[in-house]
Nanobody, 126 residues
Framework: QVQLLESGGGLVQTGGSLRLSCAASGRTFKGYVMGWFRQAPGKEREFVAGISWSRFNTAYADSVKGRFTISRDNAENTMYLQVNSLKPEDTSVYYC???????????????????WGQGTQVTVSS
């Protein structure tokens, strides 16, 4: 059974940092893009960041550029999202996801990702 399990969320003050993790089990995602999305109450799930298998390619939403850093440890089958300089508008449930097909092009489209975790809550207080 393929499973993606997020961890590392929590409650932080404005300007704080967290490190989110996404551990994959049941299979490896060799050759697949993986990404982070987030969803705030009453809003659509939106792309946050993505990374290719080689780690050579990364992509970020404009709203998080310069503050968030995505990485992955292929040997450990784990992906990370370092989130710094947090703002109240970053408050969301953060989901990790793996792409539907092998490739290196990072897509921001939710439907291009086939595997999803259950999410981890990040709350930023003002």
């Amino acid at each position: 059974q393929v499973q993606l399990l997020e961890s590392g969320g929590g409650l932080v003050q404005t300007g704080g940092s967290l490190r989110l993790s996404c551990a994959a089990s049941g299979r490896t995602f060799k050759g697949y893009v993986m990404g982070w999305f987030r969803q705030a109450p009453g809003k659509e799930r939106e792309f946050v960041a993505g990374i290719s298998w080689s780690r050579f390619n990364t992509a970020y939403a404009d709203s998080v550029k310069g503050r968030f850093t995505i990485s992955r440890d292929n040997a450990e089958n784990t992906m990370y999202l370092q989130v710094n300089s947090l703002k109240p508008e970053d408050t969301s449930v953060y989901y990790c996801a793996a792409a539907r097909t092998v490739g290196w092009v990072i897509t921001t489209i939710r439907d291009d990702y086939a595997y999803w975790g259950q999410g981890t809550q990040v709350t930023v207080s003002s």
